[in-house]
């Protein structure tokens, strides 16, 4: 069994303004900070420890690659969303996961978000299997594709569009705190699903691709997914 997921976050926007040391000045200035000084690359994109959720999808699909239920959370109340995503991915015991960028930023958000609340995580999620960076368990689809930083990573919408198919059409993460500030939750959520719906069928392609599943099977999976994925966009 393997979980799909996504996480939805705003910048903690407390938590930066007691690492800057600074309680003064208004949100915009504060962020422009926080990017010159605490983020690491060139886009000002902050680390994922100056976080925090606002929304999170999975989706539970069997080892053959069929969908077979999706779970979601929206809302302010950070702690609820952490124990409702930590209970559903300790359903099972042997799950896997799957994502784009998860080990980079969607992992470790939960991690620091846990130490945050004082929650303690599945024990699958200290596991071999997922800790270890080339495990089968554990997909991050960026090292699929750039073999493990070998090559550049490839961004999510930019698959889609060499596949020929449209992801990111109900918004761009950067626009998420603009409607978090607008309390347009179920919008974030809504925007989060596209984003997961689109890792499956990324994992499909790469998983024909690779020999993985029969040309049938996949033919099968990806039309299904292609149906939700434009009911999704068109909703």
Same mark, same amino acid.
């Given at each position: 069994?393997?979980?799909?997921?996504?996480?939805?976050?705003? @910048?903690?926007?407390?938590?930066?303004? %007691?690492?800057?040391?600074?309680?003064?000045?208004?949100?915009?200035?504060?962020?422009?900070?926080?990017?010159?000084?605490?983020?690491?690359?060139?886009?000002?994109?902050? @680390?994922?420890?100056?976080?925090?959720?606002?929304?999170?999808? #999975?989706?539970?699909?069997?080892?053959?690659?069929? @969908?077979?239920?999706?779970?979601?959370?929206? #809302?302010?109340?950070?702690?609820?969303?952490?124990?409702?995503?930590?209970?559903?991915?300790?359903?099972?015991?042997?799950? #896997?996961?799957?994502?784009?960028?998860?080990?980079?930023?969607?992992? @470790?958000?939960?991690?620091?978000?846990?130490?945050?609340?004082?929650?303690?995580?599945?024990?699958?999620?200290?596991? /071999?299997?997922?800790? /270890?960076?080339?495990?089968?368990?554990?997909?991050?689809?960026?090292?699929?594709?750039?073999? /493990?930083?070998?090559?550049?990573?490839?961004?999510?919408?930019?698959?889609?569009?060499?596949?020929?198919?449209?992801?990111?059409? %109900?918004?761009?993460?950067?626009?998420? /705190?603009?409607?978090?500030?607008?309390?347009?939750?179920?919008?974030?959520?809504?925007?989060?699903?596209?984003?997961?719906?689109? %890792?499956?069928?990324?994992?499909?392609?790469?998983?024909? %691709?690779?020999?993985?599943?029969?040309?049938?099977?996949?033919?099968?999976?990806?039309?299904?997914?292609?149906?939700?994925?434009?009911?999704?966009?068109?909703?």
């Amino acid at each position: 069994m393997y979980f799909i997921f996504d996480l939805e976050t705003i @910048p903690d926007i407390e938590f930066i303004r %007691t690492v800057l040391n600074d309680q003064e000045s208004d949100e915009e200035l504060l962020l422009e900070k926080a990017s010159e000084e605490l983020a690491r690359n060139k886009s000002g994109f902050l @680390p994922p420890m100056y976080h925090r959720m606002v929304s999170w999808v #999975g989706l539970w699909i069997e080892n053959t690659g069929g @969908p077979r239920q999706k779970v979601a959370w929206n #809302g302010t109340d950070e702690k609820e969303g952490l124990l409702k995503i930590f209970e559903t991915i300790g359903t099972f015991k042997d799950f #896997g996961l799957i994502h784009h960028n998860g080990k980079g930023f969607d992992i @470790p958000v939960l991690t620091y978000r846990a130490m945050k609340h004082g929650l303690q995580m599945p024990v699958r999620m200290s596991d /071999y299997d997922i800790r /270890y960076r080339y495990s089968r368990h554990n997909i991050d689809l960026v090292d699929e594709f750039s073999n /493990y930083g070998a090559s550049s990573w490839p961004k999510l919408k930019h698959l889609g569009q060499l596949i020929g198919i449209p992801f990111k059409q %109900t918004g761009e993460g950067n626009q998420v /705190y603009e409607m978090f500030k607008r309390n347009e939750l179920d919008l974030i959520e809504h925007y989060c699903y596209e984003d997961v719906m689109a %890792t499956y069928i990324v994992w499909l392609y790469m998983q024909f %691709t690779t020999g993985h599943i029969p040309e049938s099977q996949f033919e099968n999976l990806k039309e299904r997914a292609l149906g939700k994925l434009n009911e999704i966009q068109s909703s």
